[in-house]
């Protein structure tokens, strides 16, 4: 898709993750549905899941509660190396990610991995 091409428009190239910035397209903004698919809607942490949030640190946790259910739900299904990127996003972009139909989504994975490859060869 065109606008997936526009994924990395804004980009720092510093050595450490959260300095890993992604800003979606506007057109990707609008023309995507906000509330994310239905199998990430509504999943609560699991026991698990809740441990590991509350041993982050507070700035941490209370980013992850900002965001709407469906993005928190999306962040569990991720593996761990997609988590670590995930962080790595704008808040607004992790919200778009997570709302966007899944083949648009592991096109937008590919791009986020593929940048976040390149910038670990530079570091």
Same mark, same amino acid.
Not at 92 to 98: P, Q
Not at 102 to 109: H, K, L, N, P, Q
């Given at each position: 898709?065109?606008?997936?091409?526009?994924?990395?428009?804004?980009?720092?190239?510093?050595?450490?993750?959260? %300095?890993?910035?992604?800003?979606?397209?506007? %057109? !990707?903004?609008? %023309?995507?549905?906000?509330?994310? =698919?239905?199998?990430?809607? !509504?999943? @609560?942490?699991? +026991?698990?899941?809740?441990?590991?949030?509350?041993?982050?640190?507070?700035? @941490?946790? %209370?980013?992850?509660? &900002?965001? +709407?259910? &469906?993005?928190?739900?999306?962040?569990?299904?991720?593996?761990?190396?997609?988590?670590? !990127?995930?962080? &790595?996003?704008?808040?607004?972009?992790?919200?778009?990610?997570?709302?966007?139909?899944?083949?648009?989504? =592991?096109?937008?994975? &590919?791009?986020? =991995?593929?940048?976040? @490859?390149?910038? =670990?060869?530079?570091?």
């Amino acid at each position: 898709m065109r606008h997936i091409s526009r994924l990395w428009a804004r980009y720092t190239a510093q050595t450490s993750l959260a %300095a890993l910035t992604v800003t979606l397209p506007i %057109a !990707m903004l609008s %023309a995507q549905p906000a509330v994310p =698919e239905a199998d990430t809607a !509504m999943m @609560k942490p699991n +026991p698990e899941q809740q441990a590991e949030i509350d041993q982050w640190p507070a700035d @941490k946790r %209370a980013t992850y509660d &900002g965001w +709407p259910s &469906g993005t928190q739900s999306y962040y569990w299904t991720l593996s761990p190396e997609r988590q670590k !990127m995930f962080w &790595g996003l704008t808040d607004a972009d992790r919200v778009t990610l997570s709302g966007l139909p899944s083949a648009d989504r =592991e096109e937008a994975w &590919g791009r986020i =991995e593929a940048r976040y @490859k390149s910038s =670990e060869r530079t570091s």
